[in-house]
């Protein structure tokens, strides 16, 4: 999905550095089934470093870092050429789309996350963290944390077609766990943290939809500083590509060489699949309501 090439962005919007404080983090990458509570995209297979429970400290802005992408990331047409302009471009469109859209679904006021680029390791409020995690967001410190080079490795780890829709649905996956934050449901994945009926799975796809819901509610929206374009029918594909190379059922296919269901985390590929599309073709939050779903491979709403 391309940015208006007018579009203004906000380069101060996204950070590149830890977090503070110390707490139980959220999703990330493809390991460590002990740590309950990183939430991101890939956590839970095994193989791939999980969150280390670092110090917490704050590393301080990278200053050098930020003057560079302030200067390089301004508009639109930046967003539509470089990675990183395109996460900023992304989450001030998730915060325009979520500040409308939370109070008038739930009478929730829209608490803006942080959200932090970093390369190789990083310190958060949930812990130390590397690149490994994948994307992931920590609800101590309110952040999703990503490292743009995860984009090349969905395309050639996981074996997605990629395209900038793609790398959105990342973002916006995360701003998902924090939505889940506000409302109430995140908590689900660490009280029920495996299995494919379990509430961490339906934390994750519930996190597909909530994704699906914003690209469907922002796309042609010319409302704020940031304006998207519509959205084809290719773009369309190469998210949902992107939702099914990160499947439970095809992660440990392809690291594992067998399907093992009851260690699944975040649902099998058509399932998350299924879930985006949900929020996407509805633009409705009660649609997204895994936990009263009987059937994970039928949103009630398709």
Do not use: K
Request: charge should be negative; charged fraction near 20%; hydrophobic fraction near 35%.
């Amino acid at each position: 999905m391309s940015f208006d090439d007018s579009s203004q962005l906000d380069a101060s919007r996204v950070g590149s550095g830890g977090g503070r404080g110390r707490g139980i983090a959220v999703g990330g990458g493809l390991g460590g089934g002990l740590l309950l509570l990183i939430v991101g995209l890939l956590f839970g297979q095994d193989g791939i470093d999980a969150i280390t429970g670092g110090d917490g400290q704050d590393t301080g802005p990278q200053t050098a870092v930020e003057q560079e992408r302030a200067e390089r990331c301004q508009t639109g047409e930046d967003a539509n050429r470089y990675t990183d302009c395109r996460m900023i471009a992304t989450a001030q469109s998730l915060d325009q789309f979520w500040e409308d859209y939370l109070p008038q679904a739930t009478g929730e006021q829209y608490v803006m996350p942080g959200v932090e680029l970093f390369e190789g390791q990083t310190n958060t409020g949930c812990g130390a963290a590397s690149s490994a995690v994948g994307p992931f967001y920590c609800p101590a410190d309110e952040t999703a944390y990503l490292d743009v080079a995860f984009f090349d490795e969905l395309q050639t780890q996981f074996g997605a077609e990629g395209g900038p829709l793609a790398e959105e649905y990342v973002l916006a996956h995360e701003f998902g766990h924090h939505i889940q934050n506000q409302i109430g449901t995140l908590g689900y994945a660490q009280q029920d943290p495996q299995g494919p009926e379990s509430g961490a799975v339906r934390v994750e796809l519930q996190a597909d939809c909530l994704a699906g819901l914003w690209a469907g509610g922002a796309a042609g929206d010319t409302s704020g500083a940031v304006d998207l374009g519509d959205i084809s029918q290719e773009e369309l594909d190469q998210a949902l590509d992107a939702a099914s190379a990160i499947g439970d059922d095809r992660i440990q296919e392809t690291t594992q060489g067998r399907v093992s269901p009851e260690n699944f985390t975040h649902g099998a590929s058509a399932q998350r699949q299924l879930w985006f599309y949900a929020g996407y073709r509805t633009g409705d939050l009660d649609a997204c309501d895994t936990f009263s779903a009987r059937d994970l491979n039928a949103p009630p709403a398709l």
